[in-house]
């Protein structure tokens, strides 16, 4: 199975920041990641899929690189909507797996 | 619009059955691989098992296989999730999901919860 590793686990910043978070694959999953954003007792919403392919009505602050094992999300200036939690999940092979979770929150 | 409604959820006692179905809308149901996905209390997110669009290719997470059985009725718009011999680690949100061009998921459902205890 591969594994996905997000890092960190915990993010603490401001409105209007840059941030980036990172997801770690156990080997190569070429561009089949996805990333998501959860907000509480709310269900999951796609961002990025492909790798760096925003979906359709995602803010363009949001945007997705990397190939291969390592990959990134980034929110280029963080509203008071992002604090949120976010997933990667590689959907290169079955079982298809997400990573643990980042947790975006107001510093 | 694209509607998932999931239902089904509930309390059930560990060694107990339960099945899960999934009201779908706003989309051609036939034409998408389906999923299911869950979520612990305060956990991250667990792929369970998926169906291709004519039931031939199914996937199982190991932590459900032999116990779950994924199903659809394309006739119906529907996805269901046969649950049996249930334990406590399966306590969790379930989610609908529609699966995109690829394995990814770009529609979800609100989510029913399933917990086990005696």
């Known amino acids: 199975d591969i594994q996905m590793t997000q890092s960190p686990s915990t993010l603490s910043a401001s409105v209007g920041d840059r941030v980036a978070i990172t997801c770690r694959a156990s080997q190569s999953i070429s561009r089949w990641l996805a990333w998501y954003q959860q907000n509480p007792g709310k269900a999951p919403k796609l961002l990025i899929y492909e790798a760096s392919t925003l979906e359709s009505g995602v803010p363009s602050r949001f945007s997705g690189s990397g190939s291969g094992a390592e990959f990134t999300l980034t929110i280029s200036s963080l509203q008071p909507d992002d604090f949120a939690t976010y997933y990667c999940?590689?959907?290169?092979?079955?079982?298809?797996?997400f990573g643990q979770g980042t947790k975006v929150e107001i510093k | 619009e694209v509607q998932l409604v999931e239902s089904g959820g509930g309390l059930v006692k560990p060694g107990g059955s339960l099945r899960l179905s999934c009201a779908v809308s706003g989309f051609t149901f036939s034409s998408y691989v389906m999923k299911w996905v869950r979520q612990a209390p305060g956990k991250g997110l667990e792929w369970v098992s998926s169906?291709?669009?004519?039931?031939?290719?199914?996937y199982y997470a190991d932590s459900v296989k032999g116990r779950f059985t994924i199903s659809r009725d394309n006739a119906r718009n529907s996805l269901y999730l046969q649950m049996n011999s249930l334990r406590a680690e399966d306590t969790a949100v379930y989610y609908c999901?529609?699966?995109?061009?690829?394995?990814?998921?770009?529609?979800w459902g609100r989510g029913t919860l399933v917990t086990v205890s005696p």
């Open positions: 169906i291709d669009t004519s039931s031939s290719i199914i």
């Open positions: 999901a529609r699966a995109g061009l690829k394995n990814y998921i770009v529609y």
């Open positions: 999940q590689q959907y290169n092979s079955p079982p298809w797996t």
